[in-house]
């Protein structure tokens, strides 16, 4: 195809399945990042890094990988949460990521959606890009949202305001530490080159009849690393790493229920792997954060066990459930009319966040030493979240715990035994595991599983406990597997590198709140040879350009000569930079601009129409000069009357 660039979008012939999809510009894939980041603040961020997942899988004859197509049965179906009533979970499917498909498609066909983001001269469909280019992409922005939403939590807990950006449901265990912090040494590599499927429905392109390879979620550890290195060619280490995007979101759409991480669905970290190898953690069960621990305030121990609800045909699936040893929550203002508000809170000692439970074969309160002689009773007892249990599959439990799985029923570990017959009984309810010497339910005891792949290389166990001491390690391990498995069913010269685009980025997270007009650019110095000039407008009464930081825009006010009110040429030619913040003039998502000359009767010296070289429309300030009309910038098609005008001048003595 013949390309040439306009306004920094590549105009090509449009996409043809089974070809490969266009490079991308510097332009584009910072437009279409604003547009992702929009979709992630709508709670999508989960979905998005799951698609491409799903996507790279091969299909059962061994071809495909990421092609830009789903198999659609079972999409868009409502799972019935019935006893014994659902088919077996022996393979995961596509069943979820029906509405973030459609939305990726608008994306991908349109040119102004989200509407309040940048407006595209062209689709990306327009431009030749290809559909599996674009989900792969949207994956890797939901990565970046995710865990710069964890870093925000980090620094901002619980904000509230109406201009915050942290969503809710992003609690974090250590803020403000140094180990909260996910800070990967590189970012994830975009690369173009994919071809889309040429099997499609041609009313849907993105659904295919073709079945895919969908692994098991019910199955043992080694069954598992077995399937992701048949599938995508990863060793234990990878497999383990690329489990860890189960941080992020929620069980959806499935037999499956609750979360991995209780009240942080929208932030990606290692707490998952905490999580999986039993750490003491805070106990989390509101979205204000509130962390509460044992009685002595220290973080709680945990506690796994198997659980099944029964709701498919064989009394599955199974899954693992995390209790807490905590107290009740103070915070909790129906908890005060109960034991623990009329006991466990007020005859708690000072420095106790409770009443400590007696130790065994003692009717006095525990020392910080001792241990709770009854943790099913009591002030202190193992609780879990709920509505938001903290969960675990089998596959990812397997690569901590050795047990095997025959028929959907974890055995192996003392106090499985009794799950086959719990799973076949017919009128008995939920199956759970039991503790060493019976009791109830509780913690089978299992040993840790020592499976290395390649054979000699490090126990998966120890990898993932490796992950939840290190966050670094894993985002890093995670950046390069991520990768590797976007290029599933490519060879190395198919696919390109993208531009890079994260040197002087500027992608503030949006707010949540409200649909503002947010953008992603990268930031230019100001040329060293470039005066700080005024930028002015006739229309205006020769007020000048500035930035208003009391209402955080760009507007127009009388001379000073501040440096709000001064602007420099960057290196580029195509920004103009604010000395005060060293930020450039954006407008509905454009940073770069073309300066178009403009002479005549009438006109200035020295005056510029200022064309969005993305968009191709120009800087209008029109309804700045209506009464109650928006005090804002906004872009529209060029025309050059006087409220797209703006003239240059030195600053003023």
Same mark, same amino acid.
């Given at each position: ?11 090509a ?7 490969p ?13 604003s ?22 899988m ?9 092609d830009?197509?789903?198999?659609w049965?079972?999409?868009d ?10 088919p077996n979970?022996?393979s ?6 029906g ?12 040119t102004?959606?989200p509407?309040?983001t940048?407006?595209?001269n ?6 030749? /890009? ?16 995710s $865990?710069q939403q964890n ?10 305001? /109406? ?5 809710i449901?992003?609690?974090v ?11 990967? $040494?590189r ?6 080159g ?21 692994p098991?979620?019910?199955t ?18 990878? =497999? ?22 209780s ?6 970290n290692?707490?998952?792997?905490k ?10 069960n ?7 621990g ?16 029964k709701?498919?045909?064989?009394g599955?699936?199974m ?10 929550p ?35 309160p525990r ?8 943790i ?14 903290e969960m ?5 439990m ?5 047990f ?9 570990c003392?106090?499985?035994?009794t799950?086959?017959e719990?799973?076949?009984d ?7 595991s ?6 109830g ?5 299992? #040993?840790?599983?020592m ?14 406990e ?6 670094t390690k ?6 390069v $597997?991520?990768?590797?498995m ?11 590198d993208g ?9 503030p997270?949006?707010?949540?709140k409200?649909?503002?007009?947010e953008?992603c ?5 100001p ?7 005024l930028i ?16 955080d825009?760009f507007d127009?006010?009388?001379?000073t ?10 290196v ?8 005060? $913040?060293?930020a ?8 770069n ?14 005056t510029y129409?200022?064309?969005? /070289? ?6 209008d300030?029109? #309804?700045? =000069?209506k009464?109650?009309? /928006?005090?804002?910038f ?15 001048m030195?600053?003023q003595?």
């Amino acid at each position: 195809a013949v390309a040439l660039l306009q306004g920094g979008f590549t105009l090509a012939d449009p996409y043809v399945p089974g070809t490969p999809g266009a490079p991308w510009t510097q332009e584009e894939l910072l437009a279409v990042k604003s547009k992702i980041f929009k979709l992630c603040r709508e709670k999508k961020a989960a979905k998005l890094l799951r698609l491409p997942f799903h996507d790279c899988m091969r299909y059962t004859d061994g071809t495909g990988g990421c092609d830009g197509c789903l198999n659609w049965e079972g999409v868009d179906v409502k799972v019935k949460k019935k006893f014994l009533s659902n088919p077996n979970a022996d393979s995961t499917d596509n069943n979820g990521l029906g509405p973030i498909v459609r939305d990726l498609e608008k994306v991908y066909t349109e040119t102004d959606w989200p509407s309040d983001t940048i407006k595209l001269n062209q689709s990306l469909k327009a431009a030749g /890009k290809s559909r599996a280019d674009l989900w792969s992409y949207a994956g890797i922005v939901a990565v970046e949202y995710s $865990t710069q939403q964890n870093n925000l939590a980090c620094t901002v807990k619980n904000d509230k305001s /109406k201009s915050s950006r942290l969503m809710i449901q992003s609690c974090v265990q250590e803020p403000e530490s140094e180990e909260c912090y996910v800070n990967p $040494t590189r970012p994830i590599q975009f690369q173009s080159g994919r071809a889309d499927c040429t099997e499609f429905n041609p009313e849907f392109p993105y659904q295919t009849t073709r079945k895919e390879n969908q692994p098991s979620p019910v199955t043992d550890g080694p069954t598992t690393v077995q399937w992701f290195k048949e599938e995508f060619g990863f060793t234990g280490r990878e =497999t383990a790493a690329i489990f860890g995007a189960h941080s992020l979101g929620r069980f959806q759409h499935s037999v499956f229920s609750y979360v991995w991480t209780s009240r942080a669905v929208n932030i990606m970290n290692n707490d998952y792997y905490k999580n999986i190898v039993g750490l003491d953690k805070w106990w989390v069960n509101d979205d204000k954060c509130h962390m509460v621990g044992d009685a002595y305030g220290n973080k709680p121990k945990v506690r796994w066990y198997n659980f099944s609800h029964k709701l498919t045909k064989r009394g599955g699936p199974m899954m693992w459930a995390k209790q807490n040893h905590v107290c009740a929550p103070k915070h909790d203002e129906n908890l005060w009319r109960s034991e623990d508000g009329k006991v466990c809170f007020p005859e708690a000692g000072p420095g106790q966040y409770c009443k400590p439970d007696p130790p065994t074969g003692q009717s006095r309160p525990r020392t910080i030493t001792e241990e709770d002689g009854d943790i099913k009773r009591g002030c202190e007892r193992f609780r879990g979240v709920s509505g938001q249990d903290e969960m675990a599959l089998n596959v990812e439990m397997g690569l901590y715990l050795d047990f095997t799985v025959v028929d959907g029923a974890p055995q192996g570990c003392i106090g499985m035994e009794t799950i086959p017959e719990q799973m076949a009984d017919d009128k008995a309810g939920a199956v759970r595991s039991k503790p060493p010497g019976g009791g109830g339910f509780g913690p089978p005891k299992c #040993e840790k599983q020592m499976l290395a792949e390649p054979a000699g290389d490090t126990p998966t166990y120890l990898i993932m406990e490796e992950y939840a001491h290190n966050q670094t390690k894993w985002i890093d391990d995670f950046t390069v $597997t991520f990768e590797k498995m976007m290029r599933n069913g490519y060879a190395d010269a198919d696919l390109t590198d993208g531009p890079d685009i994260h040197t002087n980025l500027i992608c503030p997270l949006p707010i949540v709140k409200f649909k503002t007009p947010e953008h992603c650019y990268q930031l230019q110095a100001p040329a060293q040879d470039s005066p700080a000039v005024l930028i002015a407008s006739k229309k205006m009464g020769d007020k000048v350009l500035q930035y208003d930081a009391d209402n955080d825009i760009f507007d127009f006010g009388e001379v000073t000569n501040e440096p709000n009110q001064l602007w420099k040429m960057s290196v580029a030619g195509n920004q103009i930079i604010n000395s005060q $913040t060293g930020a450039a003039f954006v407008v509905d998502g454009e940073a770069n601009f073309e300066f178009e000359p403009l002479e005549g009767e009438g006109v200035a010296d020295h005056t510029y129409v200022l064309v969005g /070289k993305m968009s191709g429309l120009a800087v209008d300030y029109y #309804e700045m =000069t209506k009464k109650n009309g /928006k005090k804002s910038f906004s872009l529209t098609a060029k025309n050059s009357a006087s409220y797209q005008q703006f003239y240059v001048m030195m600053p003023q003595l």
